[in-house]
């Protein structure tokens, strides 16, 4: 790859970041992805750094003697205004910056990977579950068919795969119906319900009885930025992915393994 590829692929990966790709930009940064795991890596661990600042070193307003030297700078013929900034020596900085230097100071200190902590080592399995909800995201087109009737989402799987995905319907709950998709894991497709809550997607995968070291008690696993909550039953693995707050993708957890019993 010459330095202007990479300059180019670089440009495109932060153009997704910062949400000013078009339609065809996103396809082709979803075409990346898929054929770069090494970029879906870095895309998400910048997404994740990028909410973590967000969160905890938001923008400050500007200092009224900055917003005067800003002014005499565009207008420098205007008449000069005084406005007295009185502070005590003594006072602190904010917290705000403190939290605004502390994170920049561990991003280049540590670096990305360091920042971005997870609990284990991510297997074959979870991450391609990730990266087709990442794709999803990315995209635009988190689903191949476009329903909340769980009547249209269950035929339409059932027509692509071998095995009827169980397909149940949380609108009730607060987590109405999406539709659904076929995502390729382990070299084989498997269906993926997509659920909604307010402006968040759930993924929900399907997998094989057996599929990974998934466990019948559902555990979550935080990798990417992201919440996964895996478990299995005599029959079925499933393994849940969302950007959405613990303690909701709990409740929906709860709420899609009531309504399958």
Request: aromatic share 4%; charged share 25%.
């Amino acid at each position: 790859m010459t330095s202007f590829e990479e300059r180019d692929r670089q440009l495109l990966l932060h153009a997704a970041l910062d949400g000013e790709l078009d339609a065809a930009g996103a396809v082709e940064m979803e075409r990346m992805l898929a054929a770069d795991p090494e970029l879906a890596a870095e895309y998400a661990r910048l997404k994740a750094l990028h909410k973590i600042l967000q969160t905890h070193a938001p923008r400050e307003e500007a200092s009224a003697a900055l917003r005067l030297r800003a002014m005499a700078m565009v207008d420098p013929l205007a008449p000069p205004q005084r406005e007295e900034v009185k502070r005590d020596w003594r006072d602190p900085p904010s917290w705000r910056s403190f939290a605004a230097a502390i994170a920049a100071t561990v991003v280049m200190t540590l670096g990305l990977d360091r920042l971005i902590a997870t609990d284990a080592t991510p297997d074959a399995l979870t991450q391609a579950v990730l990266a087709a909800h990442m794709r999803g995201q990315i995209s635009g087109q988190p689903v191949d068919v476009v329903s909340s009737d769980r009547h249209t989402v269950k035929p339409w799987l059932a027509s692509k795969l071998p095995v009827a995905a169980a397909v149940v319907d949380l609108a009730s709950e607060g987590f109405p119906l999406a539709g659904g998709r076929i995502d390729i894991v382990a070299g084989a497709g498997v269906p993926t319900l997509v659920y909604k809550r307010r402006e968040h997607l759930i993924s929900v995968t399907e997998l094989r009885a057996g599929a990974g070291a998934i466990p019948a008690t559902p555990r979550r696993r935080t990798l990417e930025g992201y919440s996964i909550i895996q478990w299995s039953d005599a029959d079925r693995a499933y393994e849940v992915v969302s950007d959405l707050a613990p303690e909701e993708l709990d409740a929906f957890v709860g709420a899609f393994r009531s309504a399958l019993r």
